[in-house]
């Protein structure tokens, strides 16, 4: 089979029609990581097309270059695959790449060596959450069997100054911490900035420290505290002891 001399010609994004029957989906969140991407490294890869200028391979590098206002983009345009290839082209190009899988620990020590350099972009960019890359650096290092790990060690801070009062909000990079109560509303506008977030945890108090409260992992016992002692009716402590 003769090779296929390829080249790439940049086109008006009008130009460009998206393929009706293409079976990959792309949400809006990929979207949103595929035009940050575009943005620190470039538009790297261009858009496949056939003759009429309609997408074979791309739709999501060009949604995200819509997003991001840009006006052209690099194509090729595949001329020498009938109708009935193309569809089967779109497909594996698509499968292909999921049939392959990473080296967890070669991953690991990529993003390790990119987390300790000072970069000008953020590492998320590679499309792994910053949670994700934490975890898997963290799993580079082995666990010392028979051996207390030193950073699971409490340090001891009733000789230290306290210097969080309630009210704070501690600003770490893209984390924010607020020192406050979970049960006053304006402890969470603090932290989210007028964020929705997916789902949150709470540790409400319960009128019932002796025999804890019931969920789901089974009994949580409470010492007794201030909040806790004598704030609930009898109604309420039944409920609750219900698991509501």
Known sequence: MAPQVLSIEYRPLASLRFDPQNPRL?????????ARSVETFGFNVPVLIDGQGQ??????????????????????MLENLTETQIRAFVIAD???????VWDDRLL?????????????????????????IDLM?????????GKDDPADAIPDFG?????TRAGDL????????CCGDARNGAAYSAVMEDRR????????????????????????????????????????????????
């Open 94 to 100: 698509n499968r292909l790449t999921e049939n392959s």
């Open 170 to 177: 501690w600003v770490l990079d893209r984390h924010r911490v």
């Open 197 to 244: 977030a997916d789902m949150g945890f709470a540790d409400p108090p319960y009128n019932d420290p002796i025999d804890g409260y019931v969920t789901g992992f089974g009994k949580v016992h409470h010492p007794e505290f201030a909040v806790n002692a004598g704030k609930e009716t009898e109604a309420q402590g039944d409920f609750n002891d219900r698991g509501g």
């Open 26 to 34: 792309h949400s809006k969140k990929q979207i949103r990581q595929i």
């Open 55 to 76: 997408l074979i391979a791309g739709h999501g590098r060009v949604l995200a270059a819509q997003c991001l206002g840009m006006t052209q983009v690099p194509t090729i």
């Open 108 to 132: 690991a020590e990529q993003l390790k060596a990119l987390a300790g350099l000072e970069l000008d972009f953020s590492v998320d960019v590679t499309g792994f959450e910053m949670s994700e």
């Open 159 to 163: 000789t230290k100054p306290q210097v």
């Open 137 to 145: 650096i963290e799993d580079l290092a082995p666990a010392s069997r």
